[in-house]
Structures are given as C-alpha cells and as structure tokens.
C-alpha cells in the first residue's frame, strides 16, 4: 500500500495530478481544495495518499493536509459511499467547515454540494457525526505538509510516523541531530531520544 509519494507535480488538473517519483509518474486524484493548494507544475510536492485497490484497477487519493485524508477515511465508511463521491464531497467545502457541518447534524447545508442529495446527507451526518466532531475539535493536526526537502531528514520523520510517531514527535525528535547524518543514524538517535 502506497501511504504517501514525494517527487515532483508533472502537471496538474482538478481532477488528477501526476507526481513523477523516481522516473514513474504515479496519476493521483485529488479534491479541489487540495488543487487549490498544490504548487505550480515542476515544483516539488509531497501527499499523503489513499491505495483503492479494486479488480480491475489501482487508484491513488491524495491530500496535501492529514484532516483532509482523515475526512476522507471516515467519509469512505459510509454505505455506497465510493472513493471518487468522497473526494466530490471533499471538495464541496473546506475540511474543518465539511467536519464542523456533518458534526452538527447540517443535512441541508450538506446537500449544497454537487452530487449530494437528500438521502446521502442524512447517511454522512448518522455514520460520520462522532467521528467528524473529533475532527473538528482538530484531533488530527491542521497541518499543510510541506514539499520534501528531499534530504534524509524528511525520510526519517516519515519512517517514525510510519512507526506510529505523531509527526510532531519526530520532528521534534530530530531537532536536534546533525542533518548530516546517514538515515538510519537520524532514526536511531530519535528513537534514542523518544525513548529517553
């Protein structure tokens, strides 16, 4: 499973994007407000991505922010809620105002969105209500990732979020260690200090 891709944005569409990483280009769907916030094609870029896997295809769903993936997740627990209307919904509003209205039971402002009738509305407020209220009381961060330095640093921190690190663990875990530092020095001496 593909759980995030750096490289840089090959072009860019409201609907998909390309990342070229390592010479592949991997074609991402995004939602607008993840659009709205990419750079310019040629910059560098990292998202946070979603592997749908199907029978008959692979797709990617990326974000640049971890509340927007988390909605997204949450979102995709609903019944006959497909990947593609969840990012359609996403795109609907921004993500604390989206987490905000399901949290407070808004069926009618839910239906401003295209593709969102009557019915579904009322499906995301009973199956998503608790889970978007933590959401919009910011219990995943609001954070806007930023484009990879590129260097081991940025691999470090992801390999202790992946290890089950908050993100704002390892950063601050690897404040203070040479940058110059191989990879897995960087991840021994953060584990060193988060263990400490």
């Known amino acids: 499973m593909i759980a995030s891709?750096?490289?840089?944005?090959?072009?860019?569409?409201?609907?998909?994007?390309?990342?070229?990483?390592?010479?592949?280009?991997?074609?991402?769907?995004v939602s607008l407000q993840t659009f709205a916030d990419l750079p310019p094609a040629g910059a560098p870029v990292r998202l946070l991505v979603h592997t749908e896997?199907?029978?008959?295809?692979?797709?990617?769903?990326?974000?640049?922010?971890?509340?927007?993936?988390?909605?997204?997740?949450?979102?995709?627990?609903?019944?006959?809620?497909?990947?593609?209307?969840?990012?359609?919904?996403?795109?609907?509003?921004?993500?604390?105002?989206?987490?905000t209205t399901i949290a407070s039971g808004d069926g009618a402002r839910l239906q401003a969105i295209p593709g969102v009738g009557r019915k579904l509305a009322e499906r995301i407020v009973v199956e998503c209500r608790e889970g978007a209220a933590t959401l919009?009381?910011?219990?995943?961060?609001?954070?806007?990732l930023t484009a990879p330095a590129g260097g081991p640093l940025e691999e470090a921190v992801s390999a202790l979020v992946n290890l089950g690190y908050r993100r704002q663990e390892a950063e601050r875990a690897l404040r203070d260690v040479d940058p110059a530092q191989s990879l897995e020095e960087l991840i021994r001496a953060a584990l060193q200090g988060l263990a400490g």
């Open 136 to 144: 919009a009381q910011d219990g995943v961060p609001h954070v806007k």
């Open 53 to 99: 896997v199907r029978e008959d295809a692979i797709e990617l769903f990326g974000f640049l922010r971890a509340d927007e993936r988390a909605l997204f997740h949450l979102l995709r627990k609903v019944k006959g809620l497909g990947p593609r209307t969840c990012l359609a919904v996403l795109s609907g509003m921004p993500t604390q105002s989206l987490a």
């Open 5 to 29: 891709l750096a490289g840089t944005l090959a072009e860019k569409t409201t609907e998909r994007v390309t990342v070229d990483a390592g010479g592949v280009g991997y074609g991402v769907h």
